[in-house]
């Protein structure tokens, strides 16, 4: 069975642009977590959706949304980036919101120069 | 801000010593604790978890963990170590609006 894949795997951006990630969740898992890790820090939460709704948001402006589609798959948007947004986005999939296991992408690293 | 911290983030050790990670947590209310590994090219995966009952659990590849609730921690276990467990380790609470640790990176000399 596949993982949790993310895509793009790398991604370059310029300050001031948009940027759209994706992840496809493990088949029949129905939560979607994204999660901000900056080097030499642990993983950050920035949302959760849970059958297409937003269940939870971390710490992070309003340049950041995200939504759920019906097959489950997910899209994170990050508008007028700053060099800060640098950073492993990681996408996690559980089969329940409040699953106690979260399954991992690889991640997607995001450069803003 | 609520979060779990870890105090050692690079530990080199060679094969056969024994391993302590150190985690705490911030935070009252409900606990539950998790460690993550990350091996090298690898994705992050669950390493063991702590829910309620017994405050010893076992995850896999031999490791352990304790929750000591009067000491606010969660220390990750290992009685002897071997070359592949070099990677990565994260101390993780179970709730949106905690901080997961900021990782030990552990590397065995073989």
């Known amino acids: 069975d596949a993982g949790v894949t993310q895509s793009p795997t790398h991604l370059i951006k310029t300050r001031g642009q948009q940027v759209t990630l994706r992840c496809s969740p493990i088949?029949?898992?129905?939560?979607v977590s994204w999660y901000q890790q900056v080097l030499g820090q642990g993983p950050q939460f920035i949302f959760q959706?849970?059958?297409?709704?937003?269940?939870g948001r971390g710490n992070f402006p309003d340049r950041f949304s995200a939504r759920q589609f019906p097959n489950y798959s997910s899209e994170l948007n990050v508008n007028a980036l700053l060099l800060g947004d640098s950073a492993l986005y990681l996408c996690?999939?559980?089969?329940?919101?409040?699953?106690?296991?979260?399954?991992f992408g690889s991640g997607t690293q995001l450069s803003v120069l | 801000a609520q979060s779990v911290s870890q105090h050692n983030h690079h530990v080199i050790l060679s094969e056969a010593a024994s391993l302590e990670l150190g985690c705490n947590y911030s935070y009252g209310g409900t606990v539950n604790l998790f460690w993550y590994v990350q091996y090298p090219g690898q994705h992050l995966q669950l390493l063991l978890k702590?829910?309620?009952?017994d405050p010893l659990v076992k995850g896999i590849k031999g490791f352990e963990a304790e929750f000591i609730k009067s000491k606010f921690s969660f220390n990750l276990r290992k009685p002897s170590v071997q070359w592949s467990d070099t990677a990565e380790y994260f101390c993780?609470?179970?709730?949106?609006?905690?901080?997961w640790g900021a990782g030990t990176k552990l590397i065995i000399k073989p």
């Open positions: 959706y849970y059958e297409k709704e937003e269940r």
């Open positions: 088949s029949g898992h129905k939560s």
């Open positions: 702590y829910f309620s009952g």
């Open positions: 993780a609470p179970l709730g949106h609006q905690l901080i």
């Open positions: 996690a999939s559980s089969f329940l919101q409040g699953s106690e296991k979260l399954f």
